[in-house]
C-alpha cells in the first residue's frame, strides 16, 4: 500500500513569490491535514480537509490556503512568501475526521525562501 | 507556555543503554497522548499510542502517562543506533479536534 505522497520534496523560492504543494493521501483516507515544521517552533498545524471541506484551522495568516478534490488529494498554497516560510510542510492522512490520532505523514516538502 | 513541552536535547546514550524521553502539558482537556518517531528527512510516523494513565508497553518500548501531574514518558529499553531519532509527543483532547504536538527530542544512540 502506498503510502502518504508529497511533491515536491524540496524547492526554493523567493521573497514575495507563491508556491503550491500537493499531497496525495493513503488509498481510502478521506482526511488531510497539512502541518509546519521549524526548529524554533516545532510542528504547527495549518489546516484539515475532509470531504472537500476544511474542518479545521490554525493559527497562520490568510496567505496559507489550502484545499481538498473529490480524489481526496490535497494542494496547499502559500502567497507572497516571507523569509519566515521557510520550513518542512508536512502532510498527514487518516482513514476519517476526528480518528484515533493516528496520522500517516508523507516525507514534506522543505521550502526554502531566499 | 507552549501547551505541550518537551526538552529538545541532543540525548546522547551508548547502545544498550535504557533512555526516558518526557513531555509535560498544561491543558487538562488532553486525554489521548501519542508518541511518534521521526528519522531526519522522513515525517514522523506513530510509535506509541495510549488513553488512559498507566504504563503501555510495546516491545522494547514504554509509555507512561500520568494525568494528575500532566507527565508522559516514553521508556526505551536496550535502546540501538536505529533508534536514533527525534522523538515527539502528541495530544488532543476528547472530542477531537488536533494534534498539539511538542517540539520533540532528539536522540542519540552511539554503537
Known amino acids: 500500500k502506498a503510502g502518504v505522497t508529497q511533491t515536491p520534496r524540496y524547492l526554493i523560492k523567493t521573497r514575495g513569490q507563491q508556491v503550491t504543494l500537493s499531497c496525495s493521501p493513503i488509498?481510502?483516507?478521506?482526511?488531510v491535514s497539512w502541518y509546519q515544521q521549524t526548529p524554533g517552533q516545532g510542528l504547527q498545524f495549518l489546516f484539515e480537509?475532509?470531504?472537500?471541506?476544511?474542518?479545521n484551522k490554525g493559527n497562520f495568516p490568510g496567505r496559507f490556503s489550502g484545499r481538498q478534490f473529490s480524489n481526496s488529494r490535497s494542494e496547499m498554497n502559500v502567497s507572497t512568501l516571507e523569509l519566515g516560510d521557510s520550513a518542512l510542510y508536512l502532510c498527514?492522512?487518516?482513514?476519517?475526521?476526528?480518528?484515533?490520532?493516528?496520522?500517516?505523514f508523507g516525507e514534506g516538502s522543505r521550502l526554502t525562501v531566499l | 507556555q507552549k501547551e505541550v513541552e518537551q526538552d529538545p536535547g541532543p540525548l546522547s546514550v551508548p547502545e544498550g543503554a535504557i533512555v526516558s524521553l518526557n513531555c509535560t502539558y498544561s491543558?487538562?482537556?488532553?486525554?489521548?497522548f501519542m508518541w511518534y518517531r521521526q528519522y531526519s528527512r522522513k515525517g514522523p510516523e506513530l510509535l506509541m499510542y495510549?488513553?488512559?494513565?498507566g504504563n503501555k508497553e510495546d516491545g522494547r518500548f514504554t509509555a507512561q502517562v500520568d494525568k494528575s501531574s500532566k507527565y508522559i514518558s516514553l521508556f526505551i529499553r536496550d535502546s540501538q543506533p536505529s533508534d536514533s531519532a527525534t522523538y515527539l509527543c502528541?495530544?488532543?483532547?476528547?472530542?477531537?479536534?488536533?494534534?498539539?504536538f511538542g517540539k520533540g527530542t532528539m536522540l542519540l544512540v552511539s554503537p
Open positions: 488509498s481510502g483516507h478521506r482526511s
Open positions: 495510549t488513553y488512559s494513565s
Open positions: 480537509y475532509f470531504s472537500e471541506t476544511q474542518r
Open positions: 491543558n487538562s482537556a488532553f486525554q489521548y
Open positions: 498527514a492522512s487518516s482513514l476519517a475526521q476526528g480518528g484515533t490520532g493516528e496520522l500517516f
Open positions: 502528541a495530544t488532543y483532547p476528547r472530542g477531537y479536534s488536533t494534534l498539539t
